[in-house]
């Protein structure tokens, strides 16, 4: 068993610790200034230009995109040691390509598609979005009650999507509704490529959420799509959808990670120079625990997710894994900022200091693509087969 990266994935996780300290931490104290007074957390447009212009000049931009369409192919272990870098900042910043949307178009596209949406998204000249949830399905989008019909060579689409991440802005949402009500998940739900401007389309609200993210409320009213924007097989959206939630699960793990090492490294700064009742905090025994067992946890979790990675770059089957490193990694990562942030004391309440943001990003992390509860239902049932 060799637990060595690659020595071009290992300077690649590097290139891009270099990217995350020399241009996104300083960027941090505008960022924490800017949601303090209210803001939504966010780059303005000339600091996301220029974020841009550098992450391209340093080829970071589609790592793990197809060569075909300008991507550099890199494996999801790859991917790990950019993520955990750039999990470091609270600085809201994606190279692009996002990846679970397109690990999702790669597996579906015609060649129509991919010209005309893979390809720009790639040279990072589109946004997207994916619409899973509703109202009456999140956890479990088996439920979905968004339909669509065929009409002629057009599919018409009527339903409503909530907590939609970038709805407004996408240039296109990944649209997921039911084709055949009596298949559900098992052959009856469908991927569709819908257009910000397509007609019957409307972004009806924005919900500010926890830590400064905002998510959209989506009206599909008779939402004509032409044919062509089926994405996949009809009836067979379930699979490459779970391909990109498990892309995003994977990456989730990391950024986990890159936070509690964060937050770990700040209280290893911090608990030496702090004297309380004439002794330093790192002399306490409560703060001393909490180091080892987050140093210990993130070795943990760091382990978990590049053995996840790696087996699903040799194709094998990783659920479960997905599963596991998503709720512990999360989990954990909460745990880790939590200590950090009763370790600093009131400091560690304020908004000067990243810790509260990343605690709200966490905190909402254990809920989507899937709460904690749902993926240790998947570890046990997985275990437990028919006696659950
Ligand atoms: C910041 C943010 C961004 C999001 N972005 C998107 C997006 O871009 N696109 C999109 O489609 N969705 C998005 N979502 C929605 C997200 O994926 C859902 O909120 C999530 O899947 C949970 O669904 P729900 O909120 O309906 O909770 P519910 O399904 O109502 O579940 C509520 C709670 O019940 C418990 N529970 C549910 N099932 C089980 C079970 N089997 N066993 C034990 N406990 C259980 C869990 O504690 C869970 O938290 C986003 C959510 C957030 C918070």
Request: aromatic share 6%; proline share 5%; charged share 25%.
């Amino acid at each position: 068993m060799d637990f060595e990266l690659a020595e071009e994935h290992r300077m690649l996780g590097d290139l891009v610790t270099r990217f995350v300290d020399d241009e996104l931490m300083p960027l941090e104290s505008a960022v924490l200034q800017r949601e303090a007074r209210g803001g939504a957390l966010g780059l303005a447009r000339p600091e996301h230009e220029r974020l841009d212009e550098v992450s391209k000049s340093l080829g970071l931009w589609g790592l793990d995109a197809p060569e075909d369409v300008g991507g550099a192919n890199l494996p999801n272990v790859a991917m790990v040691g950019v993520n955990e870098a750039l999990g470091r900042t609270i600085t809201p910043y994606t190279l692009p390509p996002d990846s679970p949307n397109l690990r999702m178009l790669q597996a579906t596209v015609t060649d129509r598609q991919r010209e005309a949406y893979l390809a720009p998204y790639v040279r990072g000249e589109t946004i997207s979005a994916i619409g899973i949830s509703e109202p009456g399905a999140g956890a479990d989008p088996s439920g979905m009650t968004t339909w669509a019909m065929r009409d002629g060579d057009d599919w018409v689409i009527n339903g409503r999507k909530i907590w939609i991440s970038r709805a407004a802005e996408a240039d296109f949402t990944i649209l997921m509704a039911v084709t055949d009500k009596d298949k559900g998940a098992h052959g009856g739900i469908s991927a569709f490529l819908v257009d910000k401007d397509a007609p019957g389309f409307h972004v009806v609200r924005p919900i500010p959420m926890v830590g400064g993210a905002v998510t959209y409320e989506v009206l599909l009213e008779d939402c004509r799509v032409p044919g062509w924007k089926l994405l996949g097989t009809e009836g067979q959206g379930f699979a490459p959808m779970q391909l990109r939630l498990g892309t995003r699960r994977l990456e989730m793990a990391a950024w986990s990670v890159g936070m509690a090492q964060r937050a770990l490294d700040m209280i290893c700064d911090y608990a030496p120079q702090r004297v309380t009742f004439g002794h330093p905090l790192s002399e306490r025994q409560t703060i001393q625990g909490w180091v080892a067992d987050a140093a210990t946890e993130i070795h943990a979790a760091r382990l978990m997710t590049y053995d996840c990675a790696w087996k699903l770059d040799q194709g094998r089957e990783a659920r479960v894994e997905i599963s596991m490193i998503k709720a512990f990694a999360t989990e954990m990562a909460w745990r880790v900022v939590d200590h950090a942030m009763q370790a600093f004391g009131a400091m560690g309440m304020t908004k000067e200091l990243p810790l509260q943001l990343m605690a709200a990003k966490l905190r909402a992390m254990r809920i989507y693509d899937g709460p904690t509860e749902v993926h240790r239902w998947v570890v046990a049932r997985n275990l437990l087969g028919s006696k659950r």
